[in-house]
């Protein structure tokens, strides 16, 4: 390619860390796509004649074939996919093929690619999402009056219902797709083709056409901004960190829930592993390594995000290390999401496991310190300081639970505390009583259930 210019080869080591075929050529299709949509309009514009759109058109089409076959054999020496598919293509059809590269630069030609990339990975994702979501909304729907402990400090704080904390990370994997999807939006808006290498182009091209056939919003305004930009892809990369870490904190409940302390959960043997030396272990593997790729996509972020901060406009080589992070990040997210959906769907809960779990640590001591109240009309900051010496008095006295305290303990602390302020405090009373819009109460899962499904359809 550079024969006019330079007379001797690259050095071996400078040839390999200059070729990015062994990543980029993911970038097939859309490379052929913006070829194709390239050659339309060089044909409209009379840039190139209508016979050599017809022999590029064709030949892009058996490239395509080729590579989807596995037949094409990919050259480090041609460095990137833009030149590996013009020189096959040049193979095939002649000089028509060299024509194409008429009006563009590999500047303009690979933040294309990337773009629609970014935007067909971004839709896949929050694809992902809405899957997992359905998931969760499925075992919320099944455990909709399942008392378990909710945490605070990952100390025993209040009951709750599974479904209720299930329905947590539906709300947030919803938020994580709307970010992923606006994101894939982003991209979409401005179409670099046509920018060429940092200063447009002297031909008289349509890159309204260009854009608009590829799925753009209109095209780039700026040149420079066009070649030398890639937050579309730090927008993904962040709003995938995301939404990984949520699904980081989804899994590491997961390996709480299943180990022997909590037992609110097994895994099914598709999603455990065994000990090499210790025949009774079943290990949530999957779920570790889904945290562990939370991370990885969170340091991909922090890498573009580092290439780029420090270069002065336009293209500089460095951004060709901005696909890989992007393709690993993507990557992890992907396996991660289908890791979890398998995870939640053959998920075994375990009822009275988490129902005692609930009922321990003394969970319903608001629900004693709401009816002094409502029905005393005490402060709420004197009803605290009641019922956590009526707490004190359970723990001094060894009773786990506070509504297995004797009545005479209470109203030796309150005498005005009722049998009937007692009998409120059973995890299952105290689930019912939380009522409020977005509580945990069995009816209102079971209303926010419904909502998401109507959602889906």
């Known amino acids: 390619m550079w024969g006019g210019r330079f007379a001797a080869q690259p050095a071996d080591a400078m040839q390999a860390i200059n070729a990015s075929i062994d990543v980029d050529q993911r970038l097939w299709r859309e490379d052929i796509e913006g070829s194709k949509a390239h050659a339309d309009m060089l044909a409209a514009r009379g840039i190139i004649t ?19 076959a596995g037949e094409f054999k990919f050259s480090t020496e041609l460095e990137d996919i833009h030149l590996n598919i013009e020189a096959r293509l040049t193979e095939r059809i002649g000089e028509a093929g060299k024509r194409l590269h008429t009006g563009r630069s590999r500047n303009d030609q690979v933040a294309t ?22 998931a969760l909304v499925k075992q919320a ?65 349509d890159r309204e056409m260009t854009a608009q056939a590829l799925g753009f919003h209109a095209p780039a305004s700026n040149s420079l901004d066009a070649v030398g ?54 290990n949530p593997d999957a779920a570790e ?41 993507f990557d992890s997210f992907a396996l991660s999401i289908t890791a979890m959906i398998g995870m939640i769907e053959t998920m075994r809960f375990k009822r009275e496991a988490m129902r005692a779990a609930a009922a321990r640590g003394y969970s319903t001591a608001t629900d004693l310190a709401d009816w002094l109240v409502r029905e005393l009309k005490v402060p709420f900051r004197e009803a605290h300081e009641i019922t956590g010496k009526i707490v004190r008095r359970a723990e001094d006295s ?36 939380r009522d409020s819009y977005g509580g945990t109460a069995p009816q209102r899962v079971r209303e926010q259930v419904e909502r998401w499904k109507e959602m889906f359809e």
């Open 50 to 68: 209508q016979e050599d759109n017809q022999a590029i058109q064709g030949g892009l089409d058996q490239i395509a074939a080729e590579i989807a």
């Open 113 to 134: 690619d990337f773009k629609l990339w970014t935007m067909r990975a971004a839709r896949e994702a929050g694809d992902g999402l809405r899957a997992l979501q359905k």
């Open 141 to 205: 729907s099944a455990h909709a009056d399942w008392i378990m402990p909710g945490f605070t400090h990952l100390q025993t704080a209040q009951p709750i219902t599974l479904g209720h904390h299930l329905l947590a990370y539906v709300s947030m994997f919803e938020r994580d797709r709307v970010r992923i999807i606006g994101g894939a939006l982003e991209a979409a808006w401005e179409c670099p083709l046509g920018s060429a290498a940092l200063a447009g182009t002297p031909y008289p091209i």
């Open 229 to 282: 930009s890639r937050d579309f892809a730090l927008a993904a990369l962040a709003n995938l960190s995301i939404a990984a870490t949520h699904l980081s904190r989804l899994a590491e409940e997961i390996v709480l829930w299943t180990s022997p302390q909590f037992a609110f959960a097994s895994l099914s043997d598709a999603w455990s592993t065994g000990s090499s030396i210790m025949p009774q272990k079943r």
């Open 289 to 329: 390594l889904i945290r562990a790729k939370a991370a990885r996509v969170g340091a991909d972020f922090a890498a573009l995000n580092g290439i780029v901060q420090k270069l002065p406009l336009a293209y500089a080589k460095d951004l060709q290390d901005d696909k890989a992070l992007t393709f690993n990040a």
């Open 398 to 433: 060894g009773v786990s639970e506070l509504g297995l305290l004797p009545i005479e303990d209470f109203q030796a602390v309150d005498p005005r505390i009722t049998d009937a302020a007692r009998g409120l405090l059973t995890v299952e009373k105290s689930v019912e009583s």
